[in-house]
């Protein structure tokens, strides 16, 4: 064993170098990283897929969280960064508000929906578990966010399906909400349409909801843990299945999971976790 003699002197200077670097990490937590947005990029192979559609891009926006407690520009600045990609195709996959307080920050939901990113061909969107209130069960205000959102042309999908251009977008409601019903939809699913899931929370995965479906789900909710220790698991995950944190990942029985990492958040604290926006190449699957 190794012992390293240490004087009074040597000892403050690591403690101030300590602090400075925790200093240093703390800013950048704060005031660097949650602004620091990252376009993310990759192939999406759909069965069935129109040849029309082959090469065509789909943007996926999740977790905008406009409240209180985030700069909602920085949203706005992302959405025109985001317009001089010309996506095909643009989905939205949740909580599009955070609740912090009885206070609904509409007037800055309005502000950020007036500079929206919408597909050339498309646009569509399903609920999170912050648009259900305080409780995540406030049916009022989940109806309210919805009327918002299509009143900017932003058609929401609360288990139903909807089919553009040969691409065929299905829709859950929210997990944690009131309203979430995955049979009113997979019930009549035909596996012979070029179909995508959108669903906010990836537990859903794990349930038996799926009726044979093999194919993408589109999800976000976790922000991947916001902050992450260099090669190790988030710490915090809103998920029982803690295999879903961000990225693409395995979901079994031939279905495959994507997770956003959020564009927004509620408290602005970021580490090893850049917000971002997915852009997906389409393809047809073998």
């Not at 990283?33 to 069965?47: A, V």
């Amino acid at each position: 064993m190794i012992f390293v003699k240490m004087n009074r002197k040597s000892f403050l200077k690591l403690i101030s170098g300590l602090g400075a670097t925790g200093l240093i990490t703390g800013l950048y937590s704060w005031k660097i990283e949650p602004y620091w947005l990252e376009f993310t990029k990759m192939d999406m192979s759909i069965r069935n897929l129109p040849a029309t559609l082959d090469g065509k891009i789909l943007m996926q926006i999740s977790d905008i969280h406009v409240g209180n407690k985030f700069d909602h520009k920085f949203i706005i600045e992302a959405f025109e960064k985001a317009k001089r990609v010309k996506p095909d195709f643009v989905v939205y996959t949740g909580d599009y508000i955070t609740l912090h307080e009885e206070r609904i920050e509409y007037e800055k939901l309005y502000d950020v929906l007036n500079h929206a990113v919408k597909g050339r061909l498309g646009t569509v969107a399903v609920l999170g578990n912050h648009d259900y209130g305080i409780d995540f069960q406030d049916a009022a205000t989940a109806n309210e966010v919805t009327e918002i959102l299509e009143e900017f042309d932003l058609p929401v999908l609360r288990n139903e399906q909807k089919e553009i251009h040969g691409l065929n977008f299905i829709g859950f409601d929210d997990y944690w909400g009131t309203n979430f019903n995955p049979p009113l939809v997979m019930d009549h699913i035909d596996i012979g349409r070029a179909n995508l899931v959108l669903n906010h929370n990836p537990d859903v995965c794990d349930l038996d909801v799926w009726n044979g479906y093999q194919g993408w789900i589109l999800s976000g909710h976790t922000h991947g843990g916001q902050c992450k220790p260099p090669f190790l698991p988030p710490l915090v995950l809103p998920v029982k299945n803690k295999k879903y944190n961000a990225g693409k990942i395995d979901a079994g029985n031939g279905r495959t999971v994507y997770i956003n990492r959020a564009l927004g958040c509620r408290f602005p604290i970021r580490f090893n976790v850049r917000p971002e926006i997915s852009i997906f190449t389409l393809k047809p699957a073998p």
